[in-house]
């Protein structure tokens, strides 16, 4: 299960209205081992393209010290679709390389850059094998130590 | 003093867990043969026909060796060589 606080689900969405017709791509990263989807991180899509979505490799470096030193992972990597249903691609599951996350697809298809809906799902990836899982919104998360007791399980 | 290369998540089960290992050689080829012979089977992971694979990234000293030379781009001791698969997909 993903359990996401709302601003950070509702930051998704808006990534993705915003960048609709083009995919819309991001991270949110948390502290290593704790579930806990805790810092937004949207990057650029650099294939600017409504069938595929790339981070830039220069961005892609950058993150990854990043959360390196802030002893984070990526929680959830996020897409969207936008114009086929919020469920991973062949070329998704092929290129999904972080076992641990939570991959987000987000579907713009039925014009939610006119307010239409947004699909928001969740899945693991692990090996080529995709496994939907259900998708908990939370309230902000008010304390850290809701985030630190999570860590420790 | 060798020449740090740090191993993404998703190629740690051929270190062992390993995050960061130790490399060798004087061009980013002959590290990933150098790799390839205390880690067998990463090299096909790194490099297709020749080349790296497209949705591979690799950096000496954050530069992308896509434009410094691919597999030609020199390495030397006190570099630091960093692996990362693209994060990428399509509709």
Request: overall charge negative.
């Amino acid at each position: 299960m993903l359990t996401i606080d709302q601003a950070t689900y509702d930051a998704i969405i808006a990534h993705a209205r915003k960048d609709h017709p083009d995919e819309a791509c991001g991270v949110v990263a948390g502290p290593i081992g704790s579930d806990v989807p805790a810092r937004f991180i949207p990057m650029l899509n650099a294939a600017m393209s409504p069938t595929f979505y790339e981070f830039d490799s220069v961005d892609l470096l950058k993150l990854y010290r990043e959360m390196d030193d802030n002893d984070e992972e990526p929680v959830v990597v996020y897409h969207s679709h936008t114009s086929t249903e919020a469920y991973p691609s062949r070329t998704d599951i092929d290129l999904a390389s972080e076992p641990s996350a939570h991959y987000v697809l987000v579907s713009t298809r039925d014009g939610a850059h006119e307010g239409g809906p947004v699909e928001f799902r969740s899945y693991r990836i692990v090996d080529g094998e995709v496994t939907e899982e259900e998708v908990r919104v939370a309230p902000a998360y008010t304390d850290t130590a809701a985030i630190e007791e999570k860590a420790e399980h | 003093m060798a020449i740090e290369v740090r191993i993404p998540t998703i190629l740690r089960t051929y270190t062992g867990g390993e995050r960061a290992v130790d490399g060798g050689g004087s061009s980013v080829g002959e590290l990933i043969d150098k790799l390839e012979a205390s880690y067998e089977g990463i090299k096909e992971r790194l490099v297709e026909d020749e080349s790296v694979r497209r949705f591979v990234n690799i950096y000496v000293n954050d530069e992308d060796i896509r434009f410094t030379g691919g597999l030609d781009t020199g390495v030397a001791d006190g570099d630091t060589v960093v692996i990362l698969p693209a994060v990428a997909g399509g509709s």
